[in-house]
């Protein structure tokens, strides 16, 4: 049997961000630009609470964190770029 997703809506989310849900909505659009995972299809407004740990974990620099969007190699290639400018 395959375990169920762990999903919250957007107030809890918010929370785990420590950000108000009004808050959150304004600054989606860029959050989602920096590797934020999007809602769950066919689910509304609701996120995969794991891919918004693992994101949050990411965003911390933590030793061994995931970068479930590659910022950490667009960080690089960016750095790069610019070194070579």
Do not use: N, T, Y
């Amino acid at each position: 049997m395959i375990p169920p997703r762990r999903v919250a809506c957007a107030d809890e989310i918010a929370a785990m961000l420590g950000c108000k849900p009004r808050a959150f909505h304004a600054r989606r659009a860029r959050l989602v630009a920096a590797g934020f995972p999007p809602p769950l299809p066919g689910l509304g407004w609701r996120w995969d609470i794991q891919a918004v740990e693992a994101w949050i974990s990411a965003q911390s620099g933590a030793p061994g964190a995931a970068d479930p969007g590659g910022i950490e190699a667009r960080l690089i290639e960016r750095a790069a770029a610019m070194a070579a400018a």
